[in-house]
Structures are given as C-alpha cells and as structure tokens.
C-alpha cells in the first residue's frame, strides 16, 4: 500500500532538523516524511515547498520561535486546506491568537516528553487519514462564513464532515456532548477538590512552621525542615493527580469541540424545533468558558503562592517546579477552551442567528 505523503513545515536549523529526522524514522513505515530540506535546492520555492505542500496528505507545523519562513509556508498550507498539526517547544499561551483556537502540542526532547510527542503524532496522523480528527484553519472558517464553493479543494467532501462509517444525528451529537460535559465537570470538581485538599496541608504544616519559629529552640531547623518535607508531599500528591486530569480534560474537551462542530454543521440544526435546542447549549458552552476564565484566575494565584515558598527546602523545590509546569498547562488548556467556545458560537451565528448568550 502507497504511503501517506507528511510534509513538515520547520525552521532551518539542525536542532530542527535533528527532530525531523527522528520522526522521520518512527513513523517510516506508514509514513513518507519530506520537508523542503530533503529537495535539495532550496532556491526554487516552487519545486520544494509548494509542489509538496499541495500534494501532501498531512503537514506538520513546527511553530518554535515563531519563524517567519515556517509562518509564511503555514499560511500556504492553510490556504490549500491541508490537514496541519501544529507542535512548537515554546509555550502554547505564546502562540498568536488566531492560532490558538486551533490545537497544538508542545514538545521538548527529552526521552519523555518526545515520547508524548511522538504518541500524540500517530493519534493525529492516523485520524487525518481516517478523518476521525477534525481539522480547521482560518481560511477554511473564513471560506465556511462566507458560504462559498468556488475554491474546489474547500469543499466539505473531505475535511469536516464525519467519516463514513458514521450516521451520527442531531440527538446523537447532543446526548453524547451531555455525556462528555457531566464528565468534564466531574473532573474539574474532582481537581478542585483535590486542591482544597493539597491547601489544607500546605496550611497545616506552614502553621506549625509558624508557630515554632515564635517560639525558637535549638530544634526549629529540623522541625522546620521535616514540616517543609509535609508540605512537598502535598504539593507532589496534587500535581500528580493533576497531571493525569489534564489529559482527561483536555481529551474530553477535544471530543466536545469536535461533537459541537458536528452538531452545527449538521443539516438538522438549522430546522426551526432545532434551533432553539442548540441555542440553549450555546449558552451552557459560553457559561463553562466563563467558568474556565475564572477557574484560571484562582489557579493562577495559587501558582503565585506556591512559587513563593521556593528556595526553603529541596523537595519543596522540586515539588513547586512540577505542579507550576502542571498548573501552567491547564491556564492554557482554559485559553484554548475559551477562544474555541468563541469560534464555535461564532460560526454558530451563521446557523441560529444572533444568540443571546446572558441568559
């Protein structure tokens, strides 16, 4: 069987390189990995990086640094509505805000972080070619929006529309977004609770710590130190749960994006005893992306308060490095959540109409 065609749009420098190479030769036996570097004549923009960005069958993006060359030929894959998955070793919350709606993996290479990457890469290339994961992009939102069917390679035969092998409706979409939205609250209720949890001890022992240090003693130090160790261990227990919660939430919430898309795109939803149904979800979705606001709000404080006990103890230290990194992740998987909820009640509008989303 022929392979599938991976472009991989990067910055010309050998660090870079050095990963492509490396993904080159985990997926080869599925994958025919090119960039424009593998042409050989990097003078002729034709040959070695449209030609090949308008054949392939996926591209991957590597936005790290934000390279203008690597924008200018992402712009041209978005143009030729190529299914683009986008990885970058800089913080997501740095990414440009049309960008940011769309998902992204952040990456490094160290053994286990590269492996995620690596995990993620074959979830998303074989979806591309299954059309199990949806793709989007600026041009395709801007095409969609103004209902055109000029450009023939922007024809939803291929991009957004559901696999085959599925006849999901209108009910189908909203009972399974019902399903994946109760879980969703009950793993955020389940974290929160989790941090109530890890407050209490940092306050317990950061009282005990208190109430030593006014009274002195030749032992303060050690019990100081064993108190800091009480409170790493908290800290530690919490980010380990937390860890495991952001990915549920951040797959959970992949799998509501993309139901919610379906069920606008779906032809059912623009029947008149439909709309009112979709409108009313519409406003639940605005109010978990209010929810999400402001739920980053108080972790972010929390990552203020925590940072602040660094430099005490070494497992203090350690342990606040972790859950910041933790916490960090899930500041953005909410900034991902709420530009998304804007798109998706954007391109509602086209459907429904005006939505009153402060009901």
């Not at 440009?96 to 074959?122: C, G, I, M, S, W």
């Not at 009640?345 to 459907?351: D, P, W």
């Amino acid at each position: 069987m022929e392979k599938k065609k991976v472009f991989v749009i990067m910055p010309f420098k050998d660090e870079f390189f050095e990963v492509y190479e490396m993904l080159k030769t985990e997926f080869a036996e599925s994958f025919e990995f090119t960039n424009a570097g593998d042409e050989g004549n990097q003078q002729n923009i034709l040959k070695d990086i449209i030609q090949p960005i308008y054949e392939a069958d996926v591209v991957i993006a590597d936005l790290t640094g934000l390279n203008p060359n690597v924008m200018y030929e992402l712009g041209i894959a978005h143009t030729f509505n190529k299914k683009t998955i986008t990885i970058t070793q800089d913080d997501l919350s740095k990414l440009p805000f049309d960008l940011k709606q769309y998902r992204a993996k952040d990456y490094n290479t160290h053994f286990k972080k590269f492996a995620e990457l690596v995990a993620y890469l074959k979830t998303n290339l074989n979806g591309a070619i299954d059309n199990s994961v949806r793709y989007g992009n600026p041009v395709k939102d801007f095409m969609d929006s103004i209902h055109t069917t000029e450009v023939p390679w922007f024809s939803d035969k291929d991009v957004l529309k559901l696999s085959d092998n599925t006849d999901k409706g209108f009910i189908d979409f909203l009972a399974d977004i019902e399903e994946n939205a109760e879980k969703l609250t009950q793993t955020i209720e389940e974290m929160t609770a989790d941090m109530q949890t890890m407050n209490q001890g940092v306050s317990n022992s950061s009282s005990e710590i208190e109430r030593v240090s006014k009274n002195g003693g030749n032992s303060q130090a050690a019990f100081v130190r064993k108190e800091t160790k009480k409170i790493a261990k908290c800290i530690d227990t919490f980010s380990q749960k937390l860890r495991v919660n952001n990915q549920i939430i951040s797959d959970l919430w992949d799998e509501l994006e993309k139901d919610s898309l379906g069920l606008i795109e779906s032809p059912l939803s623009s029947r008149d005893q439909n709309k009112e149904s979709l409108k009313k979800y519409l406003i639940s979705l605005n109010g978990t992306r209010e929810a999400a606001i402001e739920s980053a709000t108080s972790i972010d404080e929390i990552r203020t308060s925590l940072n602040e006990t660094k430099g005490l103890e070494r497992s203090l230290n350690q342990a606040v490095r972790f859950v910041d990194d933790e916490l960090s992740k899930y500041i953005s998987f909410t900034e991902r959540l709420g530009v998304s909820v804007e798109k998706i009640i954007g391109k509602a509008r086209f459907v429904v109409g005006e939505i009153d989303i402060q009901k």
